[in-house]
């Protein structure tokens, strides 16, 4: 029993950890925490599931439209919205994005309804592929902590072996420093938003089949990632992948060994206590302002 649910705890770790990475990808870039990942991975997800039901695509010729589709979904957030801001603030840059949430999620509510659907994927998740006394492995459950693995592992190459990673790293140490080394700081953060993007429509394609698919599906998912990303540390990408894994396997074993109906407090006590104790996270350092 134990070893099945720690199999649970890392399949929903795997989801926490990917939501927590694309909203670290955008706040270490921006220092702007995007709330409306959720609702774009949610959007993107419904591009998969039009593609194939009323097209008739395949699930991998629709992945391939979703990736590009919520690129570009990033970099309009960014380019219409963020870009152009007057006087920005902190809270402006949150009251942006929520804003933006909610613009998604009129649209996904006008155009597909609030109805619950259920998208098809190759990985059953009633399939299972191995079995041995009460642990059980799904052909979904394998692919989503497959997937999620080479997603993080293709994003930490991405950050640390090309150029692009370099130029990136530049603008979120100094953004005037890259300015004036020929960096684009603009075009930058706008490919960080549209990458973050891709990110999240990754979990939500992967959640999507364990739930359902409707206008909501991705609020508890984007509030876990943000708990994962504080507990981690939002600018520290290794820390909120590490802080996923971590808040999949506290949640599971909380609700196993203590309560079930208090599961989802697990993430808002962890944000609360984090936040008091260790502001900077688990995996990020804490710097003081000094005038």
């Known amino acids: ?32 925490p995007n709330f409306a990942q959720g609702e774009m991975a949610m959007i993107a997800t419904y591009v998969t599931f039009s593609m194939m039901t009323s097209l008739g695509a395949t699930f991998w010729v629709a992945l391939l439209v979703t990736i590009g589709f919520a690129f570009f979904l990033g970099i ?8 152009r801001a007057k006087d920005p603030t902190p809270l402006s840059f949150i009251v942006i994005t929520i804003g933006f949430q909610l613009m998604l999620y009129g649209i996904a509510g006008w155009k597909w309804g609030s109805d619950q659907r259920q998208i098809d994927l190759p990985f ?10 009460n642990i059980a492995l799904t052909e979904l459950n394998l692919a989503t902590i497959v997937i999620a693995l080479l997603v993080l592992a293709g994003i930490y190459i991405l950050i640390q072996k090309t150029k692009l990673g370099l ?5 979120q140490q100094n953004i005037n420093a890259s300015r004036m080394n020929g960096i684009s700081a603009n075009k930058i953060l706008a490919i960080s938003f549209g990458i973050s ?34 507990l981690g540390g939002m600018k520290s990408l290794h820390g909120v992948v590490i802080g996923g894994f971590l808040l999949g396997i506290i949640e599971n074993l909380f609700g196993f060994y203590i309560s079930i109906e208090f ?23 804490h710097y003081v302002r000094k005038v």
């Not at 309009?76 to 870009?83: A, D, G």
């Not at 999240?200 to 984007?222: E, K, N, Q, R």
Request: proline letters at 4%; hydrophobic letters at 60%; a neutral charge.
């Open 167 to 171: 130029a990136m790293k530049a603008c």
């Open 263 to 285: 599961k989802s407090v697990v993430a808002f006590a962890i944000i609360v206590l984090v936040l008091y104790f260790k502001p900077s996270g688990l995996f990020d350092k």
């Open 1 to 32: 029993m134990f070893l099945s649910l720690i199999i649970s705890s890392i399949v929903a770790g795997s989801i926490y950890a990917l939501m927590a990475l694309a909203m670290s990808i955008t706040y270490k870039a921006s220092e702007i």
């Open 197 to 230: 993007s891709i990110v999240g429509a990754i979990a939500g394609i992967l959640v999507a089949p364990s739930i359902t698919l409707d206008p909501s599906m991705m609020w508890d998912p984007l509030l876990k990632g943000f708990a994962a990303g504080v």
């Open 76 to 83: 309009f957030l960014e380019f219409v919205f963020i870009r």
């Open 124 to 133: 059953s998740e009633s399939e299972v592929i191995f079995q041995s006394g």
